[in-house]
């Protein structure tokens, strides 16, 4: 578990480059994501001062997921969201089997652009997995009825 200040201005040192020196002149990262098969995928990355030691985290509650770079590396650093108070924010290491795909985008407060890009990107592959569950169905229905044509399922 890492416990992280929250300076005055919603911003915390970016867990990622705590005692690593490796990164220094590197441009590092924060971002929300979700699991897209075995890997993360970023819904909408935090605002952060120039070089990225310091990522602003106002907005982000509990349950949230949270991934961590530098660009140009492979290597990153995943977190869940495990409190947040107005002076810490605790963060639980986590392996990408344990991030949920798609996960309540109600439970992340929309003060932020980029909470709200999280919300909309989480939306979408929420629609696109009803799309897709609707067409299996849809199949499934129409081979079992002897239908070839999906046309005959249109509205008119």
Known sequence: ??????????????????NNPSLVGKKLWGAIVCRAGKKTQILSF???????????IRGILPGVYLE???????KRSLYVVNEVTDKVISL??????????VYD????????????EAQQTLIELQMDAL??????????????????????????
């Open 1 to 18: 578990m890492h416990s992280l200040s929250i300076d005055g201005d919603g911003y915390i040192d970016n867990p990622h480059a705590v």
């Open 46 to 56: 935090l605002p952060r001062d120039d070089p990225g030691r310091k990522i602003e």
């Open 68 to 74: 961590f770079g530098a660009v140009g590396e492979k």
């Open 92 to 101: 639980r290491s986590v392996d990408v089997s344990t991030v949920p795909k």
């Open 105 to 116: 985008v109600e439970s992340i407060t929309p003060t932020k652009i980029h909470i709200l």
């Open 131 to 156: 799309r897709s569950g609707l067409a299996d169905i849809t199949r499934e229905y129409a081979a079992s009825q002897g239908i070839s044509d999906r046309s005959a399922f249109l509205i008119k």
